[in-house]
T-cell receptor, first 117, second 112 residues
Framework: AQKVTQAQTEISVVEKEDVTLDCVYE???????LFWYKQPPSGELVFLIR??????QNEISGRYSWNFQKSTSSFNFTITASQVVDSAVYFC??????????????FGKGTHLIIQP | NAGVTQTPKFQVLKTGQSMTLQCAQD?????MSWYRQDPGMGLRLIHY???????DQGEVPNGYNVSRSTTEDFPLRLLSAAPSQTSVYFC???????????FGSGTQLSVL
């Protein structure tokens, strides 16, 4: 069975600080896909990134970066120079299917990130 | 292009009532699914479908029925609502070439 653990229930930082959201996963599949979604206070789910199990390169997109380490089964997400607009609940998710659509996504419980001005 | 459309956005039911949450997508996606989101629990998969006429159970299917008679529509039925079904429900769709799920805007359901 697949499992995703986001141990940080809530994180609060002051604007402009860097913050890392942790994600640890469990799966018996050799091919799998990891995702991060953002849920702002408005409630919609915003896709941030997908990474497959064969690509361990770290990814950077503006202030966002992701660190994928198969050795520790982790896929951590860092926001550099955080802004108030980054306040949201962030979900890490896992699937054995490319887009998570065929068999569904296994979500972590989410990390509520609060950026204080 | 509307994407994934869920109706209604809000609903209040009494225990024992039945209702159908509607989900439609206009992207010709093969895959459709329903999730429920509860505080502190993340999103959990209820049912999913890989094509018209094919459905399967997810992690939390009890109390819910689905059918997929067309590619576009994937309704979720509550036959006898219970307070434990108070939640936010999300419908999602994708195709096998997509790298992500496309989510609807959600339905907030309260069962009294």
């Amino acid at each position: 069975a697949q499992k995703v653990t986001q141990a940080q229930t809530e994180i609060s930082v002051v604007e402009k600080e860097d913050v890392t959201l942790d994600c640890v996963y469990e799966t018996r599949d050799t091919t799998y896909y990891l995702f991060w979604y953002k849920q702002p206070p408005s409630g919609e789910l915003v896709f941030l990134i997908r990474r497959n199990s064969f690509d361990e390169q770290n990814e950077i997109s503006g202030r966002y970066s992701w660190n994928f380490q198969k050795s520790t089964s982790s896929f951590n997400f860092t926001i550099t120079a955080s802004q108030v607009v980054d306040s949201a609940v962030y979900f890490c998710a896992l699937s054995d299917d490319s887009g998570g659509g065929a068999d569904g996504l296994t979500f972590g419980k989410g990390t509520h990130l609060i950026i204080q001005p | 292009n509307a994407g994934v459309t869920q109706t209604p956005k809000f609903q209040v039911l009494k225990t024992g009532q039945s209702m159908t949450l509607q989900c439609a997508q206009d992207m010709n996606h093969e895959y459709m699914s329903w999730y429920r989101q509860d505080p502190g629990m993340g999103l959990r998969l209820i049912h999913y479908s890989v094509g018209a006429g094919i459905t399967d159970q997810g992690e939390v299917p009890n109390g819910y029925n689905v059918s997929r008679s067309t590619t576009e529509d994937f309704p979720l039925r509550l036959l006898s609502a219970a307070p434990s079904q108070t939640s936010v429900y999300f419908c999602a769709s994708s195709t096998f070439t997509d790298e992500k799920l496309f989510f609807g805007s959600g339905t907030q359901l309260s069962v009294l």
